[in-house]
């Protein structure tokens, strides 16, 4: 995860950040009158927009729809709870580059969803990250501070993150990633390979993360609607920790240069193909 860190010595990453946060606050903010929890879920139109700036801005992006998250908690959700709102907006936007880079064959990592291929890549992250969600938003607001009911929290938190991303984050990305790309504001086109983190194992912290998310999720829900426990019993309580834990190995695990070196090359083969002017 370097290039979390490493980001912050571009200047084009840092104004990224800030538009990122920007763009999510705005969008997040008008929806915080409508309630599905008071005071803990709105109805987040913002949704659709974590992963396609995670694809597209890598760490600004997550940075960004994390900051900007905590902008719109000041409108509506502030709580100890916004810690978790956060860590998790972070998180997906981390993610959702973490598991292109994986997903992806190294001759086609370019984010626009211009096949069915990269249609399915972009679902899988989808849904990997709403059930990711819920497991760790679940547990900090619900099962941790006690904040929250979390048979109610639950409910709202997965179907908030699976309806928005899933069908309306493919087209955000598709809209923005060609004039991204043109402007050459890609994370690909402004990092450098070295500043990123080149991952250990990626296929198993693959393996973990899909663990940690769906594993997570079935372990999340049976605790809560299934075992008959107490939400106060232990095993409920900590029951996510382990599943959290894996899907933060997991994405460490994963890494990210590949990408950056993949469209880097693409980029120099381009130029040096590319026609130079015709002399009279």
């Known amino acids: 995860m370097t290039e979390v860190f490493t980001m912050w010595r571009h200047t084009n990453m840092i104004v990224l950040t800030a538009l990122c946060a920007a763009i999510y606050a705005a969008v997040l903010i008008p929806f915080q009158s409508i ?19 995670g694809l597209m801005f890598g760490p600004a992006g997550a940075w960004g729809a994390a900051i900007g998250n905590l902008i719109g908690d000041f409108f509506g959700t502030l709580s100890p709870g916004a810690v978790g709102g956060f860590f998790s907006n972070f998180f997906t936007g981390f993610v959702s580059y973490k598991l292109w880079s994986v997903l992806s064959p190294s ?32 547990w900090w607001v619900c099962l941790l501070l006690r904040i929250a009911p979390p048979h109610a929290y639950a409910t709202a938190v997965l179907i908030s993150n699976l309806v928005a991303p899933v069908i309306g984050g ?20 402004i990092m450098k390979p070295e500043e990123v983190s080149r991952g250990f194992m990626p296929g198993v912290g693959f393996v973990l993360l899909i663990i940690g998310s769906l594993g997570g999720g079935a372990a999340l829900f049976w605790s809560l609607f299934m075992s008959g426990l107490d939400i106060g019993d232990p095993l409920v309580r900590f029951l996510p920790v382990p599943f959290i834990i894996m899907q933060v190995l997991g994405a460490v695990m994963m890494g990210g240069r590949n990408q950056v ?20």
């Open 170 to 189: 493919p087209f955000v990305l598709k809209i923005l990633e060609p004039r991204i790309r043109k402007w050459g504001l890609l994370w690909t086109e």
């Open 261 to 280: 070196e993949a469209m880097q090359q693409e980029a120099l083969a381009s130029a040096v193909h590319r026609p130079g002017p015709k002399v009279a």
């Open 107 to 138: 001759k086609d990592l370019g984010v626009g969803l211009n096949s069915f291929q990269k249609l399915v890549r972009f679902e899988i992250i989808a849904v990997l990250k709403a059930f990711g969600t819920v497991v760790i938003l679940t």
């Open 35 to 53: 309630p599905i929890i008071p005071g803990h879920v709105s109805f987040r139109v913002a949704g659709v927009l974590p992963i396609a700036l």
